[in-house]
């Protein structure tokens, strides 16, 4: 069974850091050879949206919007991915979710539909 466990999520001030992990079940990685992960938030009242991905040959995508601020990485010995998030903004307040896909791609392109492994969410709020 695959699961995805989050934490690292926390109250910060504007202009602080945080770090996501992403605890990955050995299960998903021995099913799949080749797989893509990702970062997704849900803030009150507006739709879930794609924030970084990365692929298991270590192609990274960004939304604009956290592009130089964010870093998605993972640490394969570990079977976690990780999410870097330097120069946080009140507008990154949100519930981070991880995710996962069992397919090169899938997570890459950054939308729900394309991923089929979800993490139970971290909350992440920054104050001004």
């Known amino acids: 069974q695959v699961q995805l466990v989050e934490s690292g999520g926390g109250s910060v001030q504007s202009g602080e850091s945080l770090r996501l992990s992403c605890a990955a079940s050995k299960y998903f990685y021995s099913r799949y050879s080749t797989y893509s992960m990702a970062w997704f938030r849900q803030a009150p009242g507006k739709q879930r949206e794609g924030v970084a991905a990365?692929?298991?040959?270590?192609?990274?995508k960004y939304t604009d919007s956290v592009k130089g601020r964010f870093t998605i990485s993972q640490d394969n010995a570990k079977n976690t991915l990780y999410l870097q998030m330097n120069s946080l903004k009140p507008e990154d307040t949100a519930m981070y979710y991880c995710?996962?896909?069992?397919?090169?791609?899938?997570?890459?392109?950054?939308?729900?539909?394309?991923?089929?492994?979800w993490g139970q969410g971290t909350q992440v709020t920054v104050s001004s």
């Open positions: 990365i692929g298991s040959d270590g192609r990274t």
């Open positions: 995710a996962a896909g069992g397919d090169h791609f899938g997570c890459l392109l950054l939308l729900t539909v394309t991923c089929n492994y």
